[in-house]
């Protein structure tokens, strides 16, 4: 099992349990929501319908059409493989953007949010951004194992 992960083009490196906070993070605030299977001996999850998700969509290659909403490519993927196509990680990062004024605005009016999650998310996307001016895809790749 990856006890790392690392996000190409500097989006993001550091542990699965920190990547997956920040998803949930992220999930809460855009309104999708959290899905709490702990009481059955699972994770804690993005509200969304993984059920209906390929293997492809989850390693970023949504062979059907990407979602209108591309904070799903983000949140739906697997954490330490595939890739997010570069025709999508300018789109991602308009959307990241729009959920950092949300933690902005969380952190200004002292909700009990640490910086720490804003700071990894302006990470994300300047990498994103990044990515994007170069034309590149945004690889996930997993380190280290348990």
Known sequence: MSDGIVISCSCYAGSQHQFDVLRLIWAHVSGYGVRDFRREGGPMVPNLPFDTYSNEDLLGEWPEGAPDDPLVIL?????????IKREHVGFLADRLEEIEGKLVSSYMSQ???SIHWLLLTQQFIHGLRYAASQHKDVYFSGTGSN
């Open 75 to 83: 949140l739906a993927h697997y954490e330490a493989g595939g890739r």
């Open 111 to 113: 909700v009990r949010l």
